[in-house]
């Protein structure tokens, strides 16, 4: 859990760092273009972490904030990263990955919970 919160944060911090570097004057693209292969791979990550901790009995309630802070949140993470730094442009799948396997392997009822 504090892994998956430490991560949420963190892409919120870049989030809100991006949009006031932007709104400053910062001549950043806008965040209207998501990268699939991102995106996929969040996915992919976020379901790979829900697979490792199988003991969780996913309800309907939970799908919508597993995909928003799983998938769509570290994706956007990642392309603004990309977008604030040369340095990061090719590593902005790893937010995507990290993100989306510290929000998918949350369970109170695994025997190692995060």
């Not at 802070?69 to 730094?85: D, I, K, M, Q, R």
């Not at 989306?100 to 695994?110: F, I, Q």
Request: proline share 6%; net charge neutral; glycine share 8%.
């Amino acid at each position: 859990m504090l892994i998956a919160l430490a991560f949420i944060v963190t892409e919120v911090v870049i989030l809100i760092t991006y949009m006031l570097r932007r709104a400053k004057g910062a001549e950043l693209p806008a965040l209207n273009t998501v990268n699939i292969r991102n995106l996929l791979l969040a996915t992919m990550s976020t379901a790979s972490g829900y697979a490792l901790t199988r003991h969780y009995d996913l309800g309907g309630t939970d799908v919508v904030p597993l995909l928003l802070l799983g998938c769509v949140l570290p994706t956007l993470a990642g392309t603004a990263l990309g977008n604030t730094s040369q340095s990061w442009a090719r590593l902005t799948w790893l937010p995507a990955v990290l993100g989306g396997l510290a929000v998918g392997s949350v369970n109170p009822d695994a025997p190692w919970p995060w």
